[in-house]
């Protein structure tokens, strides 16, 4: 069967991109903040992944989100919301951050994700705990990030700070390399 490409659609956009799926507990603040920095960092270019024991660049990446203990549905917290864009971080077509809704992680978001970052070890630990098949892909951020929910602006802002940090030490710039 042929697959034809709707108008809307370039080339570029049927060309298969690799999953980032984050993950904490409500997926209201942490992972849909870290969803939207790492879908911004890949609109500058390419980027490589430098997981525990392996370093690899990626190719078209899509950074997703979802939860442990989530109310299906809810929105992305208005304060996370005022952080990115305080940050400049705009929600747009390829970062549709303000369209977030709330959902739990379940094995078929874990089989499609290609990296799965737990955003403190505890996430991690409880993602391995329930996917063991998907352990070879589960990391967790460089430091646990604490959870924002119920504070205030400064709070939201000091998160995506940090969370900032942790993933430019995870996801870097893939550099043409010198002759």
Avoid: W
């Amino acid at each position: 069967m042929e697959q034809t490409i709707e108008k809307s659609e370039s080339i570029e956009d049927c060309v298969q991109k690799e999953i980032i799926l984050f993950v904490c507990t409500g997926n209201t603040c942490r992972s849909p903040m870290a969803a939207a920095l790492l879908n911004d960092m890949a609109t500058k270019g390419p980027l490589v992944l430098r997981g525990p024991d392996s370093v690899r660049p990626l190719g078209k990446i899509e950074a997703v989100s979802a939860g442990l203990s989530v109310f299906p549905g809810m929105p992305i917290s208005d304060e996370a919301v005022r952080a990115l864009e305080t940050r400049g971080i705009l929600s747009t077509q390829q970062n549709p951050y303000k369209l977030h809704r709330a959902r739990a992680v379940d094995e078929a978001m874990m089989r499609r994700a290609d990296v799965v970052i737990g955003i403190s070890k505890s996430h991690a630990s409880a993602l391995m705990l329930r996917f063991p098949e998907c352990a070879d892909k589960i990391f967790c951020m460089p430091e646990d990030i604490p959870d924002p929910f119920g504070c205030g602006d400064e709070i939201y802002l000091s998160c995506l700070d940090r969370m900032k940090q942790c993933l430019e030490q995870i996801f870097v710039p893939d550099l043409p390399q010198g002759d």
